[in-house]
């Protein structure tokens, strides 16, 4: 299966906090020797943010590694490996059974995870920037864009807009 499926969107839901907590428990021993940190990011680590209903996992490793132990670990868990699906630095995977969860690895420290927990922590900070997101997000959905490439695509512009502000927030 391609990293494309259909998406939808979900009020906040404060169980996304404990999912993540739930999930990390799992996965912390999966990654002991490589990981660095874990972290919640994505809409749903965001309170009263529209998002999709998929809890977004950061893992920061000492270095960017999969060995064949750590995929077959995963695999168990039920996540399936889509490579770097896009975004060169990171490897992602997913699980869609039961609760739906995203992996996305990266360099601990590396831009990718400083981007993150920057965009993350800007909106948390920044009611009023995190509500023209969800706007945002919903007006996408509303316009018949239900797939998670379209859909991405579609609020790439908003996004990087966001994290320009956000950087600039990081700076003053």
Partial sequence: MGIDEIIELSSYQDEWKDIYEQEKRKLEPVFAEQAVEFAHIGSTSIERMTAKPIVDILIGLKELHIDEQTDRRLVAL????????????RIHYRKRTGQKINLQITEWDSAIWRDNLLFRDYLRTHPEQANAYAEAKRNTVASGI??????SDEKSGTIAELLEKARAWAKS
């Fill in 78 to 89: 039920q996540y399936e490996g889509m490579g770097v699906a896009g975004v060169p630095g």
């Fill in 146 to 151: 239900n797939t998670l490439l379209k859909y």
